[in-house]
Nanobody, 126 residues
Framework: QVQLQESGPGLVKPSQTLFLACTVS??????????WAWIRQPPGKGLEWMGV???????YYSPSLKSRTSIARDTSKNQFTLQLLSVTPEDTAVYYC??????????????????WGQGTQVTVSS
């Protein structure tokens, strides 16, 4: 059974870089034939797909976030990470990591994903 656990700072100041990690357990980690995605949900709004990294290291990003987003893998730690540059209060959200065995682009329906993390709250405020 694959489990995903998000981690990172709960509070980030505007203009700083947000860095989150998703630790994978119960599988072969990022080297397994999975796709690893980041999805977020701002308060009072729907889920927003941010991007995904494949088991080969290929990345795909939401066009609206592409200029500020970077997803990477750290196979030594069984983690994949999210970096979001120049955050603003509009980036305040619960951030989720998710895994799928097929490439999913732009979709936030949880039923499409094989595994989904608990989520971590990130607040952007001075």
């Amino acid at each position: 059974q694959v489990q995903l656990q998000e981690s990172g700072p709960g509070l980030v100041k505007p203009s700083q870089t947000l860095f989150l990690a998703c630790t994978v357990s119960g599988a072969s980690g990022p080297t397994a034939f999975y796709y690893w995605a980041w999805i977020r949900q701002p308060p009072g709004k729907g889920l927003e797909w941010m991007g995904v990294i494949s088991y080969t290291g290929s990345t795909y990003y939401s066009p609206s976030l592409k200029s500020r987003t970077s997803i990477a893998r750290d196979t030594s730690k069984n983690q994949f990470t999210l970096q979001l540059l120049s955050v603003t209060p509009e980036d305040t959200a619960v951030y989720y990591c998710a895994a799928s065995t097929t490439l999913i682009l732009g979709e936030t329906d949880k039923n499409l994903y094989d595994y989904w993390g608990q989520g971590t709250q990130v607040t952007v405020s001075s």
